[in-house]
């Protein structure tokens, strides 16, 4: 099974035992924390991923960083630790935000750019994604100069890449396979 089919199973379930819980709320917040803490510190990252690092070292460390969580939260870290998939967590917690906001009529929208979006963009974009899902769109910008140009959009499972370094590799690919 690949990663991110299972991500979204531990996200389901989990959301599941959040409604059940009335703490869909709480648990979002969790998973906003877990996912900018990732982001912002690339040692948290290493060590989620690490072969070397025992799972109970990781999950003394994880539960420290993220003391105070919702217990879901935790049981959530416990069992991704138990089943050998704590390298998962940012994954499933995105997994999770997308999944609730769909519970709630939202979808986020994830943008990676070369340059940060200018406000007037932003606007373009988040209504023309309003008409298309036809639900309220938060938008999320990465920048990632290794794109060239362009952007790639995410929302929920769909993917439309349209960056530079994408175009520059099928156009590469085309040319090796016609040699």
Request: hydrophobic letters at 40%; zero cysteines.
């Amino acid at each position: 099974m690949n990663d991110s089919r299972a991500a979204i199973r531990y996200a389901k379930a989990i959301l599941d035992l959040a409604v059940e819980d009335k703490a869909t709320d709480a648990v979002e917040k969790d998973m906003r924390t877990i996912t900018q803490t990732v982001f912002e510190n690339k040692e948290l990252k290493d060590l989620l991923g690490s072969p070397i690092v025992r799972g109970n070292a990781k999950k003394k460390v994880i539960l420290a960083v993220f003391k105070g969580s919702h217990a879901i939260t935790e049981g959530l870290i416990n069992l991704l630790v138990d089943n050998r998939r704590i390298d998962m967590l940012n994954e499933v917690a995105l997994k999770y935000i997308i999944l609730n906001e769909r519970l709630k009529g939202e979808d986020v929208a994830f943008v990676t750019t070369a340059v940060p979006l200018t406000k007037t963009l932003e606007k373009k974009v988040l209504k023309q994604l309003g008409q298309i899902t036809g639900n309220k769109v938060t938008l999320k910008n990465t920048v990632d100069d290794s794109i060239i140009g362009g952007f790639v959009l995410r929302v929920g499972d769909l993917q439309y890449d349209a960056s530079i370094a994408n175009k520059l590799n099928n156009i590469k690919r085309e040319f090796t396979n016609s040699l």
